[in-house]
């Protein structure tokens, strides 16, 4: 993690670094950043994590992965807004977190969106399936919108790594999968009637309505 500091202060950016704990999230709530680089896997990171999502206004989340194991690996990454590897590029790392910081300051404008039992308010960044609410990372938000704004329509693995990406990704090959994962269990879309895949090319959002 002290490499990507110093790749981030060579950048130009403000980087503090503390350990996982209460120095850590007293450091955030006093000084609040734009994103968050937690270690995966630490033991201390899944309550980091409840209180970075419970915040009002939090930080983008990004892990800093060395390697996945299971399923539960998959599931917890998704609960950030992107992941890098530790010897990740300097310059990707540096693009991501820019990416990450104008996603999430960017103006969202008034706009709803429907699909299937899903809905979606832009503006208020909320999301009911069925009529519950379901919280979503930044990210997670930002694929659900490009489906559903999609809906009847396939959309590609490249379209969707740069509408919500947002650069040419050069990164872990998966990581569409592992949050098209994330988005399936959190919707309770488990046999996959929502989001399809469309093997080879991409996903599909069903525009079916409830009868």
Same mark, same amino acid.
């Given at each position: ?6 790749a ?5 950016m ?5 350990? =996982? $704990?209460?120095r ?14 937690? #270690?995966?896997?630490e033991p ?6 409840r ?5 009002a206004? +939090? ?6 992965v060395d390697?996945?194991? *299971? @399923?539960?690996?998959? *599931? ?8 890098? +590897? ?9 693009l ?10 960017t103006?969202?404008? $008034?706009?709803?969106? #429907? ?5 979606? &308010?832009? &503006? ?16 997670e938000? #930002? ?6 704004? @999609?809906?009847?329509? =396939? =959309?590609?693995?490249?379209a969707?790594? *740069?509408?919500v ?13 592992? /949050?098209?994962?994330?988005?399936? +269990?959190?919707?309770? *879309? ?8 469309i093997?080879?090319?991409? /996903?599909?959002?069903? &525009?079916?309505?409830?009868?």
């Open positions: 993690m002290s490499s990507l500091g110093e981030l202060r060579a950048a130009g403000r980087v503090e670094i503390a350990p =996982v $704990g209460m850590c999230l007293e450091q955030i709530h006093s000084r609040p950043p734009d994103v968050v680089l937690v #270690e995966f896997g201390e990171t899944a309550v980091l994590l209180e970075l999502l419970g915040m206004t +939090r930080p983008g989340i990004m892990f800093v390697a996945l194991g *299971d @399923n539960a690996d998959a *599931d917890r990454l998704c609960l950030a807004d992107d992941h890098v +590897r530790p010897d990740c590029d300097p310059g990707e790392l540096v991501r977190l820019e990416v990450l910081v104008a996603r999430r300051r103006s969202t404008g $008034g706009a709803r969106f #429907e699909a299937g039992r899903v809905q979606i &308010d832009r &503006d208020a960044r909320q999301v009911l399936v069925g009529g519950r609410p379901v919280s979503l990372s930044a990210t938000f #930002e694929l659900l919108l490009l489906l559903v704004r @999609n809906a009847g329509r =396939v =959309v590609t693995k490249s969707i790594l *740069d509408h990406w947002r650069y040419e990704f050069q990164g872990e090959s998966n990581i569409v999968e592992s /949050y098209i994962y994330g988005l399936r +269990r959190k919707l309770s *879309d488990e046999d996959r009637s929502l989001i399809r895949t093997r080879g090319i991409g /996903y599909l959002f069903a &525009d079916e309505r409830p009868s």
